[in-house]
């Protein structure tokens, strides 16, 4: 056997050395391994040692190595608190399904065969023998036989690694969400009524029972207070005419504005607050509206009172009645108001003071197109106009009865002459207002001379019945209805 060279030795020692630090039994050690097998040792193969150059660069590679499993093992431990913390927060919470079979410390690539598992370190390694030119002494062909020997490729099975054990390892199980067909649906809720959106702010009372809808909007109202002064909601409540809904007595007033019916409510739930007396015609006129439709006298005596003023008074027109004298554009926009309120008695007054108004029919006969009536009315007017007119006549004209008094004339003939005479300036112009004149007739009469006491107070109380009379007739004429008044 040749004497070993000196880098041999020292390579050989170092080798040793290295090997032991791996657990790996190296053949120079005669301590306990004097039968160990050293055909897998990766610095010798049957006592061949290969050049210092290669096991450099196998050494290297090793290294190498050995670096990158570390550096995966410290990035590791340094995502291990994050990972702890999700991790505890998943335990409270049921999350998706996640796939939870990933390899706990190196990422791998696709798994592959075992034959390609040793092929990429061999043909690494052999791409290093390629590279390194391979120097062998005769000793060495002596041991080895004829035929060069490579140096072994690095078996991957020899490389330690060691499992990092991170978070994942503790994970809490996992919560399968429940399939659809297998949770129970839902219980629906049932919906607020009346929305919360649609309530009176102002009349939404708590001890209310009874919701009242005008125009979408809904007032939850005591129902006492209501039957107590609306003859609407008297019928309401003794025919029971409401509908239940959850449990909740609703009516709806129709044919009545909002706006109505809450200035309606205003003056009713707070009368000490409002005073219908001093309040605007616009709010007087929609407590009017409102109280019709409700059949509320209180307030609807009230509101006619203060839009109406005396234009909705039963009695027949007499001089000091205010009415007198107004202008006519002031009358029409009154009888506009009483159509739109359906007010017959004030559109009754309205159009005998049009009847009545010298100035009216002047401005017909000039500037028919500034007067803001219509044909209809207007031709209504020139036929109520001649009969008022012919009534008026007959009943000034007409003598009294005989009378049974001495003093007074015999003679029907003569009675019929001398009043004809005495009341022809009465008859022979035409007369606007009969029945105001009527005062003034009366007067003249109770003046007359050759007529007795009696026949003078029969003519008086003619002439007042006669104003009555032509005061109802007017209802026909007219083609209107009044309330109240009588055939």
Known sequence: MSPQHPDEGMAGAARS?????RGVPYMGDTQGHEDKDDSDDIDSVDGYSPPTSMRTKLLDSSR????????????????????EAGARESSSAPKRP??????????????????????????????????T?????????????????????????????????????????????PSAECAPAPAVAEPIFPPLNARSTEFWYRDGNIIVNAEGTYF????????????????????????VVNGQKVVEVRDLKLQDFETFLKYLEIPMGHSVKDASKETAMSLLRASRVLACKVIGDLAEARVLGPWSSATVPTPGDGLAGRPYRETLEMFGVAQALNAPLV???????????????????????????????????????????????????APPKPCQNSACLPDEETRSALWSGQMAKY???????????????????????????????????ALENAGDLWWKELDQLLKIVVPGAQA
């Open 220 to 243: 939850q109202l005591l129902l006492s207070r209501l039957e107590r002064h609306c003859g609407y909601f008297e019928r309401v409540s003794i025919d029971r005419a409401w509908t």
């Open 17 to 21: 050395a290295r090997l032991r630090a």
């Open 427 to 461: 008859a022979t112009t035409e007369v606007r207002d009969p029945l105001r004149n009527v005062e003034g007739v009366k007067t003249a009469v109770r003046k007359l001379t050759n007529w007795c006491r009696v026949c003078v107070d029969e003519r008086v109380r």
């Open 98 to 131: 996640k796939l939870i079979d990933r390899i706990t410390s190196v990422p791998q690539p696709k798994p592959e065969s075992s034959q390609s598992a040793h092929a990429r370190p061999a043909a690494i390694e052999a791409e290093a023998v390629k590279e």
């Open 347 to 397: 559109r009754k007054h309205t159009l005998y003071a049009l009847l009545a108004d010298d100035h009216f029919w002047s401005d017909v006969a000039s500037h028919r197109a500034q007067v803001d009536i219509s044909d209809a009315d207007l031709l209504m007017l020139y036929r109520i106009r001649a009969t008022m007119q012919e009534k008026w006549r007959v009943h000034v004209l």
């Open 133 to 177: 030119p391979v120097t062998i002494t005769p000793s060495q062909q002596a041991r080895t036989g004829s035929a060069t020997v490579p140096p072994a490729p690095i078996d991957s099975r020899e490389i330690k690694t060691e499992s990092v054990q991170g978070p994942l390892d503790h994970r809490a199980p996992v919560q399968q969400r």
């Open 64 to 83: 190498k190595l050995d670096a990158q499993l570390l550096t995966l093992r410290q990035e590791r431990s340094a995502k291990r608190p994050a990972e």
